[in-house]
């Protein structure tokens, strides 16, 4: 058997060449809007370069929007490095990267150690009630629930959980508000010293009156506990302002023309509130919606902090509390957490506001 050799193959011809180039083109465009919104753009020049489509200019692009970013981050990481010896705390020096990242490791090492206990602690249950019903004696049988300390991937969760549902009441109470609020000049002179008054309220003002309030009213059998519920009625209270105000810009910013279209075809108001409105203000809602969302995750580690709800602002100020050598370096873990998880939110919320506006599109 003898081996070919590749210089003897014939060449593919010129024209299906550049008809697979143009089709690799169109696939390149059609991905680039994605691309763009999971925060990805580089990809779309360094596919474009590896396709032989420009190398020079992709190579510009890929310059600003990837090697830039990643050369601005790795001179932070040297700056924190460098400056992070030089300043001494009580628990010692600041720690660098390294000693973050080691942490990091620790937190997942003891996450998985906690979840090996509960796996161990339901496989011996299941196995005694199993052996409880052998002797015939199924009234001794319990199913318990694992009571170890929440793992910090379960306080991810937690929060994560609470801020969507403190952001999904903020966005029933805001959005209908807004659209009353921009569609009728009465209502928004009542409800703009309202929320002029009301919007630049601290979460750790609100707080103590959430609290009294959720204490006295709440009982509880909503399967949610009471320190969630004030987590997420505060982070309601100080985010919906946003949504609230860009949903009233939105819809009385709405084409007059459409106005007009709705009042010569007599349409109910349902009608052009589904029709007219929404289509026209969805721009600037999910602006609005984005803001919230961001001002929400911030306020929610405030409000878990002073109402001790398990998640990230309880696992820091834990943290803060316990004053070990590893504190300092587990509260970096969370801020850095705490940031990936803000910038991730708000990607989602690009995506449903690209998926579901005509923003951006021809």
């Known amino acids: 058997m003898t081996m070919l050799d590749p210089a003897a193959l014939p060449e593919q011809p010129a024209p299906l060449r550049a008809e697979r ?16 919104v999971l925060g990805l753009a580089w990809l779309t020049p360094l596919w474009r370069m590896l396709a032989g489509e420009n190398p020079k200019g992709q190579m510009k692009d890929l310059w600003r929007l990837a090697l830039v970013p990643l050369l601005a981050i790795l001179a932070f990481l040297l700056l924190w490095a460098w400056a992070a010896p030089k300043v001494q705390t009580s628990l010692g020096a600041i720690p660098g990267p390294a000693q973050v990242w080691a942490q990091a490791g620790v937190l997942h090492a003891d996450a998985m150690a906690e979840r090996e206990k509960a796996a161990a602690f339901y496989a011996a249950q299941a196995e005694k009630n199993a052996a409880l019903i ?12 694992y009571t170890g300390k929440p793992t910090y991937y379960e306080q991810i969760f937690t929060s994560i ?6 952001f999904l009441l903020a966005t029933l109470v805001a959005v209908p508000l807004g659209i009353v609020s921009g569609m009728s000049a009465t209502a928004n002179a009542a409800i703009n010293p309202l929320v002029q008054i009301f919007k630049p309220v601290s979460p ?24 969630f519920v004030i987590s997420a009625v505060t982070v309601t209270l100080c985010s919906l302002w946003p949504t609230l105000i860009n949903t009233a810009l939105g819809v009385a910013s709405i084409d007059k023309d459409l106005v ?18 929404l289509p026209s203000a969805l721009p600037l809602i999910f602006t609005g919606l984005r803001l919230s969302l961001g001002v ?3 306020v929610l580690i405030a409000a878990e902090m002073l109402a001790q709800n398990p998640g990230l602002g309880k696992f820091v100020w834990d943290e803060f509390q316990n004053g070990s050598e590893q504190s300092l370096a587990r509260i970096m873990v969370a801020v850095l957490t705490i940031g990936i998880i803000g910038f991730l939110l708000d990607r989602v919320m690009f995506a449903l506001q690209q998926a579901f506006t005509f923003s951006g599109k021809r």
């Open 21 to 36: 180039l143009a089709r690799l083109s169109t696939l390149i465009s059609r991905c680039d809007p994605w691309f763009k």
């Open 134 to 145: 052998a002797e015939g004696k199924p009234d001794e049988v319990r199913d318990r629930t």
């Open 161 to 166: 959980q609470t801020v969507f549902f403190g």
């Open 204 to 227: 750790l003002a609100w707080l103590p009156i959430v609290t009294m309030v959720v204490s006295a009213v709440y009982v509880g059998d909503g399967g949610m506990s009471k320190s």
């Open 260 to 277: 007009n279209v709705g009042r010569v075809l007599k349409l109910s108001t349902w009608t052009k509130i589904t029709r007219l409105v």
């Open 296 to 298: 929400g995750w911030m």
